[in-house]
Every structure is written in structure tokens, then in C-alpha cells.
């Protein structure tokens, strides 16, 4: 199993919201950044917003994150069909001197 | 932009080995954290380890249960990274993912596109 717990899979309507969570310890989350991943169908991974709200060049701001203590959360909002790909959170866990993700979330719109 | 480029995947037996390589441009890769991870097919993400670079002291990390089997390097000159990977197993089978870390706040900024590796006899 994961250190990182996620739901797998949400789904909602397009123009819908959907959340995603990710839950840790104080070894990762709790004391490190968090990262969130996007994995389209067919591709890489890629690097989708971290820490404060901080997004690559070309990520919409449609996706938002939060922290509190040992959990984070990703929010989507206005859903569209090309939104449909698995989403891993990450963080660097300081016991296991790993990276560590969760098990990843299919979003179905 | 940052660019990463894998190679050297393919088929081997159980028991073989396998370099991977990795080719790095867009910035100072004397500089460049990196790390490899992998997935298996149909399966999620799963971090393989982590080289830091020689001026953050070169340490390398591995994920637990593949420690003693695979090591990572890396050419600064060359602007590569490699990852040596002995002793393989049909559970090793994956695409393998070369990964450039922003760090801080180490995140796994930039990744390339994989190379798969098939374990089998």
C-alpha cells in the first residue's frame, strides 16, 4: 500500500468541481512540500501545482490546493473532458528518506 | 525549457541487467537534482531513488526494496544521468521515467517521456 492515501477514483459533470485528497503523516506532508502529478492517457506524468497554489507555465487556475496538518486536498474546478487522467500527490517523506505518492485518483468527467 | 530524455530500455531476462540513460538540457546540470521513477503496467507511480548534485554533496538515495540492486549516476560533463539496474525480475517490468527536481521546493518539475523495460524469459 501507499504511504499517501487517495481515493481512487472521483468523478463529476463537466463544468462540476471535484476534490481529491491525499492524506499523510508528519513525516511527509506534515513537514514537506506536496505535489500533485497529471497523468493523461498515453503520456508522462507531468508536474501540475504544488505547494501554494504554484502552477507550471500553462496549468490553468482552475486547479487549486490546500494543506492542513498531514492532508492536503486538490480542487478542479470547472471540469472538462480533457481533465480525465490520473492524479498523484508526492512529498518527501524525512523517516523513510523517500518519495513518497499516493496510489493516484481517476477523474472521470 | 528543460528537456529530458530517456534510453535504453528493452527486453532482458530474469536475473539480467540494464543501464538506463538520461540526457538533460535547459539548465545547469552540474546544478540538477534527479531522480528516476517507475511504473509498472497498469499500475501507479512508484520512486525508484535520487541523485543530488555533487555540490549538494552527491548523495544518493534509494526506495527500500530495490537498495543493493540498482544505482544511479551521473556524467556532469555529459549532462547525463544513469541508472544501473543488476539482477532484474519480472516485477521490475515498467516504463521507467527520468525526472528533473526543482528544488527547493523539491517537486519532480520536468519529466521525460520513459523508457520501458520488459523482464522476461
Known amino acids: 500500500q501507499s504511504v499517501l492515501t487517495q481515493p481512487p477514483s472521483v468523478s463529476a459533470a463537466p463544468g462540476q468541481r471535484v476534490t481529491i485528497s491525499c492524506s499523510g503523516s508528519?513525516?511527509?506532508?506534515?513537514?514537506?512540500?506536496v505535489s500533485w502529478y497529471q497523468q493523461l492517457p498515453g503520456s508522462a506524468p507531468r508536474l501540475l501545482i504544488y505547494?501554494?497554489?504554484n502552477r507550471p507555465s500553462g496549468i490553468p487556475d482552475r486547479f487549486s490546493v490546500s494543506k492542513s496538518g498531514t492532508s492536503a486536498t486538490l480542487g478542479i474546478t470547472g471540469l472538462q473532458t480533457g481533465d480525465e487522467a490520473d492524479y498523484y500527490c508526492g512529498a518527501w517523506d524525512s523517516s523513510l528518506n523517500s518519495y513518497v505518492f499516493g496510489i493516484g485518483t481517476k477523474v472521470t468527467v | 525549457e528543460v528537456q529530458v530524455v530517456e534510453s535504453g530500455g528493452g527486453l532482458v531476462k530474469p536475473g539480467g541487467s540494464l543501464r538506463l540513460s538520461c540526457e538533460v538540457s535547459g539548465l545547469t546540470f552540474s546544478d540538477a537534482w534527479m531522480t528516476w521513477v517507475r511504473q509498472a503496467p497498469g499500475k501507479g507511480l512508484q520512486w525508484v531513488g535520487r541523485m543530488l548534485s555533487y555540490r549538494g554533496g552527491g548523495t544518493r538515495h534509494y526506495a527500500t526494496p530495490l537498495k543493493g540492486r540498482f544505482t544511479i549516476s551521473r556524467d556532469d560533463p555529459k549532462n547525463m544521468v544513469y541508472l544501473q539496474m543488476n539482477s532484474l525480475q519480472t516485477e521490475d517490468t515498467g516504463v521507467y521515467y527520468c525526472?528533473?527536481?526543482?528544488?527547493?521546493?523539491?517537486?519532480?518539475?520536468?519529466w521525460g517521456r520513459g523508457t520501458l523495460v520488459t523482464v522476461s524469459s
Open positions: 525526472v528533473w527536481i526543482n528544488t527547493p521546493p523539491h517537486n519532480l518539475a520536468r
Open positions: 508528519n513525516s511527509n506532508i506534515g513537514n514537506s512540500y
Open positions: 505547494d501554494n497554489n
